[in-house]
């Protein structure tokens, strides 16, 4: 699932929330490590260098902003 960086007008604000990316390739630009996301979406997923970094939800996690954290990266397929 791919976010984007900020929700737009037609988003009710109740209809995101915030949260960080942590971890993942040092690659990753500062500004796709901050999305806004459905609050119940267990997994992110970020289009980077022909593949996708895959971000989850910690079930311990009670920060704000929410801190999702890199779990995997996989290949886009030809």
Do not use: C
């Not at 593949?51 to 902003?65: L, N």
Request: no cysteine; charged share 25%.
């Amino acid at each position: 699932m791919t976010v984007p960086a900020q929700p737009d007008d037609t988003t009710a604000p109740h209809a995101t929330i915030q949260i960080a990316l942590e971890g993942g390739p040092a690659s990753l630009p500062p500004e796709l490590r901050s999305q806004w996301i459905s609050p119940d979406a267990p997994k992110v997923k970020i289009p980077h260098n022909g593949g996708y970094e895959h971000f989850e939800r910690p079930d311990d996690s009670d920060t704000e902003p929410l801190v999702f954290r890199w779990a995997y990266r996989s290949r886009i397929a030809e």
